[in-house]
T-cell receptor, first 117, second 114 residues
Framework: GAVVSQHPSWVICKSGTSVKIECRSL??????MFWYRQFPKQSLMLMAT?????????EQGVEKDKFLINHASLTLSTLTVTSAHPEDSSFYIC?????????????FGQGTRLTVV | AQSVTQLGSHVSVSEGALVLLRCNYS??????LFWYVQYPNQGLQLLLK??????LVKGINGFEAEFKKSETSFHLTKPSAHMSDAAEYFC????????????FGTGTSLTVIP
């Protein structure tokens, strides 16, 4: 199957700083990528849908100014957590699909564990 | 609107016993249904998917699931549990017109007892 690479796999940052997480589709073009957040022992919560060349669509309750998403190319989407606080500590996962067909599975990155201290 | 419900946040089975993880869905459009597995601190790996073809879907690692429209269910089964099956399992739904947006259940943690 297609490969989605997420970087970094883990990061520790100080409160108040910003952290950028990259999501790359390595062997296919992804016009749409999704960003999820997962709290311990919980399910994935969709944060936003990232569309190449346009603004991301955020789910209700997700602060767009705090979680900046950029999808500058068909193979790269980035999530920047701005002015991070300890409550932003979580596991962030991106996904992408490789076709226009909606029954295509989503391919997931390995996830990024963010710890804000 | 689409959603999935996974009954049982924790399931324990003995090694060699039947595995049954339950998933019920709600969808306003014909659904596409997926089961993913997640190992600690890793991303999600697709086990199998239903996309309106055969209702009995076979996946990797000996897992299978049956789509039952009358029961709005897509339960995951495996005849004989292996220690390596211990993980978190997520059921997800997408569908026509959703743009490949997935909605996940709350997950079921499977423990395999030796």
């Amino acid at each position: 199957g297609a490969v989605v690479s997420q970087h970094p796999s883990w990061v520790i940052c100080k409160s108040g700083t910003s952290v950028k997480i990259e999501c790359r589709s390595l062997d296919f073009q992804a016009t749409t990528m999704f960003w999820y957040r997962q709290f311990p022992k919980q399910s994935l919560m969709l944060m936003a849908t990232s569309n190449e060349g346009s603004k991301a669509t955020y789910e209700q309750g997700v602060e767009k100014d705090k979680f900046l998403i950029n999808h500058a190319s068909l193979t790269l989407s980035t999530l920047t957590v701005t002015s991070a606080h300890p409550e932003d500590s979580s596991f962030y996962i991106c996904s992408a699909s490789d076709g226009g067909k909606e029954d295509t599975e989503a391919f997931f990155g390995q996830g990024t564990r963010l710890t804000v201290v | 609107a689409q959603s999935v419900t996974q009954l049982g946040s924790h399931v324990s089975v003995s090694e060699g016993a039947l595995v049954l993880l339950r998933c019920n869905y709600s969808s306003s459009v014909p659904p596409y249904l997926f089961w993913y597995v997640q190992y600690p601190n890793q991303g999600l790996q697709l086990l199998l998917k239903y996309t309106s073809a055969a209702t009995l879907v076979k996946g990797i690692n000996g897992f299978e699931a049956e789509f039952k429209k009358s029961e709005t269910s897509f339960h995951l089964t495996k005849p004989s549990a292996h220690m390596s099956d211990a993980a978190e399992y997520f059921c997800a739904v997408s569908g026509i017109g959703t743009g490949n947006q997935f909605y996940f259940g709350t997950g079921t943690s499977l423990t395999v007892i030796p």
